[in-house]
Each structure stands twice: as structure tokens, then as C-alpha cells.
């Protein structure tokens, strides 16, 4: 096996001592640790193709990875099969970006493309791709594409699933499945690459796509708002949608502790306030207009709640470099967590008008069943995410003799809370192998009937990221 693998891409492209493919069958937070056959990084679309027919051959289960970003330990290889371990498939090597179509607004790249380099060569060509978030230097397009990935923008741009324009994905047989041709308007049908945005590679790995890219707005204004809590900052976006709605670039509702975490562990984080505000929100507006008031919009709304005593204090970025550190404080959020302890993360999404109900509903659970726990709140208030931390000190996870069982006990009761609320418990981590029972659980039961038989039909021997997103099945 380990030949032919090797016969298809090179010395360079696989890698089989154990001590170097460690980073590759661990996820980032180094929780949780993988085995696979070897680390097989293809370098073209017609590679991948020959590997994951190989793989079919010879029942051998194939688990893609991009960036090793994600926190739900979807690219963690656990097959289930001690003889049948499979391998790990990188997509590091295949990094091109093939194509920037300024005019129709279409960048075409490999799947390996990290996104910080796509946000360099959108730059370059006078565009913007507006997805942004903490791990955009490592993070890479298949990765963000099989988890629809969201970050801060998505206020105004959407997730992933918004951003994709067509796929190139290689099936479990080793076919390539080719929709690359970006078009605005194409009604011919199922419109099947949706169903690998967000499949985490359990449908087909995929190699290439084509991205929606948008103009750019050089025009911004950036604010760090003091509020005395999520009802109030809900008032505050619901002020700010009715003066300048289309300019929203960027809502975030931020409390305290998670701030405190971010001094105590990051590097150049600046604050501008004496004591960091019990919650604040970070706000962007932006622009393709040079002539459009921004800072002016942003004065008069908070100037209008600060007299009616509906925020505490407010500062307006008044250069690049201030905005630019208002926006680092916030993306060093999961370094600092990290750092911290072990940080049991929540992606719910609820309505932006139910999240400061949901925040109280998940305080008062936290403070009854976890009082080991402190809690931080990271929320994409524009959208209605709310990442609702519960932050445990090591040694009180290391005394726990079951700790998988122990978190998942802390993400049942935050998850039924926001059900209470309508809400979901996957807003743009993705589900992994850590959520499965959550979502066999939760889901509509006709909904996930369905997207068993989607997963049989694509896959139907279940060696494509096996164990991943929907519960293991009997062997």
C-alpha cells in the first residue's frame, strides 16, 4: 500500500516515521490524538483522484485535512478498524490560486490555499474575499469550505456556503466531480456542491473552488463600545441596522472574563478603556464608497445612546492602527483560551433578538450544574452566534474520571437551552466527531434519516472520514 501510495505522489508527498506525522493525527489543542497508515499530501486534483481510488481498493478509510484548525476533531483519523487504520490526506500541497476574475468577481483556487494568502491575492487584484477569522494564517480553504466556516462577517456576507460559487470534489470512487464554472445564474438542476459545504469530508474531498470575491471597502469605521449588557447591545445593533444596515461589516458582543483572558495571555493588546467594560462590542462599518460618512454615522448613533444612557462609553478608532488593535484583541481570543485551561466551546446560533435570553438561560445553567466552571461569552451578535464558554483549570479536568463524558454532560444542558430558544447547537464549528450523539439527538429525526441516505449513496463503503458528523455505523 505504502509503495503505490508512493508511486502516485513521490517521496515528498507521503510521509510514514511516526514522530513527524504526530501534527497530523492530533487536533490543534492537542486534546485529542489519531492513528492512521501514513500523511499522504498529493500535490494536483489528478493525485487526490488516484489516492482516494486507491484507498477504495483496498478498503482503506481516507481522512482529509486542512489547516488543523477546527475545534471539533473532525480531521482527527479514529477508523475504528485496527487493521484497517487509513490515512490521512493533506491538501497542503495543492495551493494554487488558478484564477482572479476581477469582472465577474470569481477567484478560482486550489483547496490548499491558506486563507490569508487568498485575502493577499483578492488584494492584488482590487477585490476583497470577506470571510475573517482568528486562524486566517493557517486556516485553509477545504477546511472552511467542508466545515462552512463563518467568522466575523458574516453580518453582511454570510458563511462559507454564501461565499461558494462551484466546487471541483473527488468522489469516494475516485471520479472528480467538476463545477467550477462560478456562474450567477445556472438552473440545471440539483445543485449538488451544497451538498459538500459543510459535509466535512464525508461525501468527497474537495480540491478546488471557484469563490465569490466582493469590492472592496476602503471606506471603514471601527468602534469599541461599552454596554451594560446583551439587552443592550441588541438595541444598539437593531439602532445601527436602521442608520446605516448595509454597512455592518462586524458585530461582536464580547464579555469581560473572555477580555481579561486575552490581557493575561496575548501579546499587544491594547484596550482603550481604564477598566475593560463588563460588555463590549466591537463594530465595523465599511464602505465601496470614499464619500459616505462612516465615523460620522458611528458618532451620531453612539453619541444618541450614550445620552439616553443606553451604552456606558464608546471610542471611535481614530487611525488604522487603533482599528487594527481593537480587531487583534479580538481574534486573540482562542490563543488565549488555549493558554488558559480546558475551555468546553459552544457554537449555538439563535436569533440576534433571543441571544441576551439565551446568555441569561446558559448563566443560570452554568451557575447551577458547573460552578467549576468561569464562563466567557464570544458572540457574532450580528448573526445570532454565541460561542458560550465554560472555562475549567486543569487540574480540576485532570481529577475527572471521565472527562469525555463530563463535557459532553456541559454541552447537553448549554445545547437544550438553546433549543428552548429554537436554536442550533452547530452555528459554524461544524460537527465533528465530538458532536455526533448531539446531532443524532437534536436533529429532526426525518432530516437526518435523509442525510444518512445522502452519506450511502456517496459513500457507500464509509470510508470517507468515517465517524465524522453522523454516529459511527455497525461495521
Not at 28 to 46: D, I, K, N, S, Y
Not at 290 to 296: P, R, Y
Not at 428 to 436: A, D, I
Request: aromatic fraction near 6%; glycine fraction near 10%; charge should be negative.
Amino acid at each position: 500500500m505504502l509503495e503505490r501510495l508512493r508511486a502516485i505522489v513521490g517521496e515528498k508527498g507521503l510521509i510514514t516515521d511516526p514522530g513527524e506525522m504526530e501534527p497530523w493525527v492530533t487536533d490543534w489543542r492537542q486534546w485529542r490524538r489519531g492513528r492512521a497508515l501514513c500523511v499522504v499530501l498529493p500535490a494536483t486534483t489528478t493525485e487526490v483522484s488516484a489516492v482516494v481510488a486507491l484507498c477504495t481498493a483496498e478498503g482503506q478509510p481516507v481522512f482529509p485535512v486542512g489547516g488543523n484548525t477546527g475545534l471539533c476533531y473532525g480531521a482527527v483519523p479514529e477508523s475504528g478498524r485496527p487493521d484497517r487504520p487509513g490515512i490521512v490526506l493533506s491538501l497542503r500541497r495543492l495551493n494554487r490560486i488558478r484564477a482572479i476574475d476581477r469582472a465577474t468577481g470569481i477567484a478560482t483556487v486550489d483547496a490548499g490555499v491558506v486563507l490569508g494568502d487568498l485575502h493577499e491575492a483578492a488584494a492584488r487584484g482590487g477585490r476583497q474575499f470577506p470571510l475573517h477569522l482568528g486562524s486566517e494564517g493557517s486556516a485553509q480553504i477545504g477546511g472552511l469550505i467542508s466545515t462552512n466556516a463563518g467568522g466575523t462577517g458574516v453580518v453582511r456576507y454570510g458563511p462559507m456556503r454564501d461565499l461558494v460559487a462551484g466546487l471541483e470534489v473527488v468522489l469516494a470512487d475516485g471520479r472528480v466531480l467538476s463545477d467550477l464554472a462560478g456562474l450567477r445564474k445556472d438552473n440545471t438542476g440539483y445543485m449538488l456542491r451544497h451538498l459538500f459545504i459543510g459535509a466535512e469530508g464525508t461525501l468527497g474531498v474537495v480540491t478546488g473552488a471557484a469563490l465569490r470575491l466582493h469590492p472592496q471597502t476602503p471606506n471603514t469605521a471601527h468602534a469599541w463600545v461599552s454596554v451594560a449588557d446583551p439587552a443592550a447591545a441588541v438595541s444598539l445593533l437593531m439602532a445601527l441596522q436602521d442608520r446605516a444596515g448595509s454597512c455592518i461589516q462586524a458585530f461582536e458582543l464580547v464579555s469581560a472574563s473572555q477580555f481579561e483572558l486575552v490581557r493575561r495571555h496575548g501579546e499587544r493588546v491594547r484596550i482603550p478603556f481604564a477598566e475593560i467594560p463588563a460588555w463590549s462590542v466591537l463594530i465595523e462599518l465599511g464602505s465601496e464608497d470614499a464619500t459616505t460618512g462612516l465615523n460620522a454615522i458611528l458618532e451620531e448613533v453612539l453619541a444618541a445612546f450614550l445620552e439616553a444612557g443606553g451604552i456606558d462609553d464608546a471610542v471611535v478608532a481614530a487611525s488604522e492602527q487603533q482599528a487594527a488593535d481593537f480587531w487583534h484583541v479580538r481574534h486573540s481570543v482562542s490563543e488565549a483560551n488555549k493558554e488558559e485551561g480546558i475551555g468546553i466551546v459552544h457554537d449555538v446560533a439563535v436569533r440576534p433578538s433571543d441571544a441576551a435570553a439565551f446568555i441569561a438561560a446558559a448563566d443560570e445553567v452554568a451557575a447551577a450544574r458547573f460552578p467549576q466552571a468561569k464562563t466567557q461569552v464570544v458572540c457574532h451578535l450580528g448573526d445570532g452566534n454565541v460561542h458560550y464558554i465554560l472555562m475549567f483549570q486543569r487540574d480540576f479536568w485532570a481529577s475527572l474520571p471521565d472527562p469525555e463524558g463530563f463535557a459532553l454532560e456541559v454541552e447537553r444542558a448549554v445545547h437544550d437551552a438553546a433549543a428552548r430558544f429554537g436554536g442550533t447547537f452547530s452555528a459554524e464549528h461544524g460537527v465533528g466527531r465530538k458532536l455526533t450523539e448531539e446531532l443524532e439527538r437534536l436533529a429532526d429525526p426525518l432530516r437526518y434519516e435523509l442525510m444518512g441516505r445522502i452519506k450511502a449513496l456517496f459513500d457507500p463503503r464509509n470510508l470517507m472520514n468515517p465517524g465524522v458528523l453522523l454516529a459511527p455505523r455497525p461495521a
